[in-house]
């Protein structure tokens, strides 16, 4: 791919020239050299810049919105010279929504990555909707999300079940000693991931199927932060068992029993690509790797 578009996308990324420049092995003026040329080339002024960050003009996001499309097609095109040689290597990219990419596809693609060490991954986090969009953009080679995507020309496959969780700060486990009351639990603060989100999707399901009518929502588009405001007594949340095991063997999180609400709390993870007629052999080698893997249990 040209070094210029390349440059260019890898500075809306990080919306910092320094930053760019220290992922591409550059100086930073050589940096802004080629963003220089770019705009020169195009007739347009790609990026406002201001001391704290760079962001892409109304133009800047038009060519940023075709370079990854640009990026996307140059690595499908050195992916099908790489298969002509029968080689399970080059570039591989994954988008993951927030619980499967940071508690289960790191392991997933170490283990990868070991078998296949010519392979080069990108991993890409966001929520359910972004990932959608980010295959459907052929912007990522596959997804895997919390929630179910309807959009023409993606393929979705079911991939693994998870389980949600209602979890709470010790003193409050304590205060209600472990009973479930729907009322109680209407009344209290929710701390919830963001629209969007598939863990947010599955935890308005389960508590519209029990009943529950939060009286106040928070919302953050962190599981991380999630589990430190419920432990420092926030509120209460629904998050995914796998993302909470540590907190809870630590006791610093404690887990509300569901059987009282007699609510089914499993969800799935689903595998997304686009619907074409040829799939490099690296993306075919690891699709086959994370449907084996994801099967096996703990």
Not at 31 to 43: C, F, H, P
Not at 68 to 89: K, N, P, V
Not at 153 to 163: A, K, N, Q, T
Not at 236 to 250: G, M
Request: hydrophobic share 40%.
């Amino acid at each position: 791919m040209d070094v210029k578009m390349e440059v260019f996308l890898s500075v809306v990324q990080h919306g910092n020239f320094s930053r760019a420049a220290e992922e591409l092995n550059m100086s930073q003026p050589a940096v802004s050299q080629q963003i220089k040329s770019l705009e020169n080339e195009l007739g347009v002024k790609l990026l406002d810049r201001n001391t704290k960050m760079v962001s892409p003009t109304r133009a800047g996001e038009i060519v940023h919105h075709y370079g990854q499309q640009i990026s996307a097609f140059y690595g499908m095109m050195q992916r099908t010279l790489d298969d002509l040689r029968e080689l399970i290597t080059g570039s591989l990219i994954v988008g993951a929504s927030y619980t499967f990419g940071e508690y289960i596809l790191p392991h997933i693609m170490a283990d990868f990555c070991r078998s296949h060490p010519e392979v080069r991954p990108t991993i890409h986090i966001s929520n359910t909707e972004n990932v959608a969009e980010m295959v459907n953009m052929n912007a990522i080679d596959i997804g895997v999300v919390e929630g179910e995507v309807d959009l023409p020309g993606i393929s979705v496959c079911e991939l693994m079940s998870d389980r949600m969780v209602i979890i709470a700060s010790p003193q409050y486990f304590c205060k209600q000693a472990g009973k479930v009351d729907i009322q109680e639990l209407s009344s209290v603060t929710w701390v919830l991931r963001e629209r969007g989100s598939g863990t947010r999707t599955a935890a308005d399901s389960l508590l519209k199927t029990a009943g529950i009518e939060p009286a106040f929502v928070m919302e953050f588009s962190s599981t991380q932060a999630i589990k430190e405001s419920v432990a420092a007594g926030l509120g209460l949340s629904i998050l995914s068992e796998l993302t909470v095991q540590e907190e809870i063997q630590q006791h610093k999180i404690c887990q509300i029993p569901l059987e009282q609400l007699q609510v089914d709390s499993m969800r799935k993870f689903y595998l997304l690509q686009r619907e074409v007629g040829f799939e490099p052999k690296v993306v075919e080698a690891f699709r086959e790797f994370l449907i084996l893997a994801a099967g096996q249990p703990e």
